[in-house]
């Protein structure tokens, strides 16, 4: 059975390699199950130190979808009630993918040709 670590492993990653970068990831949002319907549990942190608990087993499907900045990870909402800027205004950008807990591991549902692969280990893994 593969515990929560898979998810909580690529997003970990996602907030170190952005501070390795001078960056942050936005603590307001988060990834998130994948089921009948399309935003649904569990949640999928992108920053250490989360509570997310869990586990995860072969045939559940969630997304990462982290917002990376150039500055701080504080967030504010627009009026729209939609876009999500950060407080000090700069740059950011968001991502998402959609990954399938599989038997062996994962598969990434949206890889495109050419693009990098992601890669897990539990060799990897800080727990």
């Known amino acids: ?3 929560s670590l898979v998810g909580s492993e690529m997003c970990i990653r996602d907030s170190s390699r952005a501070r390795q970068d001078g960056c942050s990831v936005v603590k307001t949002y988060c ?3 994948i089921g009948k319907l399309f935003h649904t549990s569990p949640n999928v942190p992108h920053y250490n130190k989360n509570k997310a608990v869990g586990k995860m087993m ?3 499907v969630f997304t990462v979808e ?6 701080t990870w504080q967030d504010r909402t627009w009026p729209d009630n939609w ?4 407080v000090d205004g700069k740059r950011s950008a968001q991502f998402e993918h959609m990954v399938l807990v599989t038997e062996d591991g994962y ?3 949206t ?8 890669e897990w280990s539990s060799d990897k893994l800080q727990r």
Do not use: D, F, Y
């Open 66 to 71: 982290p917002m990376i900045n150039a500055g």
């Open 31 to 33: 990834g998130h199950g």
């Open 1 to 3: 059975m593969l515990r």
């Open 111 to 118: 890889q495109r040709e050419g693009e990098p692969v992601m």
């Open 83 to 86: 876009t999500s800027v950060t």
């Open 58 to 60: 072969p045939g559940h």
């Open 107 to 109: 598969e990434l549902l």
